[in-house]
């Protein structure tokens, strides 16, 4: 290596005034094509300039000041929704807001928080379709036994005479010739209300009877109870970050394996 340099040492020697001038016409060259060198720092590094999105956000800076950056996130379906990639995006939300300077940040996890927050109660897009099985069946998942007997008995209050009388005859039919057996013996000694009645079936109901019996009754409720019985279970569910990829993906996907136009 120290013989190379020595050689190309002797030869600028020999010929400096050729190296001279190479080097002259180089630094002209570069003089002329320097300046029509382009920096992009902006959020069309991110964001394709003919976006929406980012007209949006130069008509906001032009009003207000300030900068925004965008993170896009890109993947195959079974990895952005998931359990995993939602604990992510929290946990960097959370550094990121932390950053001297950062006045605001959004996200989907917190955006999705503050929509089921106020799901049912007119104020949200994020609405639940409970006539959906495997919805009903992945929400159950994330709850408690306490909550579910909540849920259960809250929803059976809120039925009328009729629904009331159409979950008596279902139920009934779930029920084993023993199981039968013992609600007649047990029913002629007991006495109440219908309701009551039906809450002492309900003990008797294996696990897979009962959820038979609550879908039965979830697709049985109008506009109005559904949006009570919102009320009741979007409290009850976890943070969209600690939620179930299952129950992710029934949020996300309730447009028949599509993202609804609301969430868009």
């Known amino acids: 290596m120290k013989r190379l340099f020595t050689t190309i040492g002797e030869n600028i020697h020999r010929h400096h005034k050729l190296w001279i001038t190479v080097i002259l016409i180089m630094t002209i060259g570069f003089a002329f094509g320097l300046p029509k060198i382009q920096m992009k720092m902006g959020n069309d590094v991110f964001v394709s300039s003919s976006s929406k999105t980012y007209q949006d956000s130069q008509t906001y800076q032009k009003k207000f000041g300030g900068d925004s950056l965008y993170l896009l996130l890109d993947g195959n379906q079974s990895t952005l929704l998931s359990h995993k990639t939602m604990q992510q995006v929290a946990k960097f939300d959370s550094k990121v807001s932390q950053v001297d300077n950062v006045r605001n940040t959004t996200d989907i996890v917190s955006s999705l928080n503050d929509q089921l927050s106020h799901a049912g109660t007119g104020n949200s897009s994020a609405q639940f379709n409970f006539n959906s099985k495997k919805l009903q069946q992945d929400l159950m998942a994330e709850l408690s036994s306490k909550q579910k007997q909540n849920i259960q008995s809250k929803m059976q209050h809120s039925l009328t005479s009729t629904q009331q009388n159409q979950v008596q005859t279902y139920l009934l039919k779930q029920l084993t010739p023993a199981q039968k057996k013992l609600m007649a013996a047990a029913g002629a000694q007991a006495q109440g209300s219908k309701q009551q009645q039906q809450a002492m079936l309900q003990k008797q109901l ?59």
């Open 206 to 264: 294996t696990t897979k009877q009962q959820a038979a019996v609550q879908s039965y009754t979830m697709s049985l409720l109008n506009h109005q109870q559904q949006s009570q019985l919102a009320d009741t279970v979007i409290p009850m569910l976890p943070k969209v970050q600690d939620m179930s990829t299952k129950l992710l993906r029934d949020i996300f996907l309730s447009d028949n394996g599509h993202v609804p136009s609301a969430m868009k």
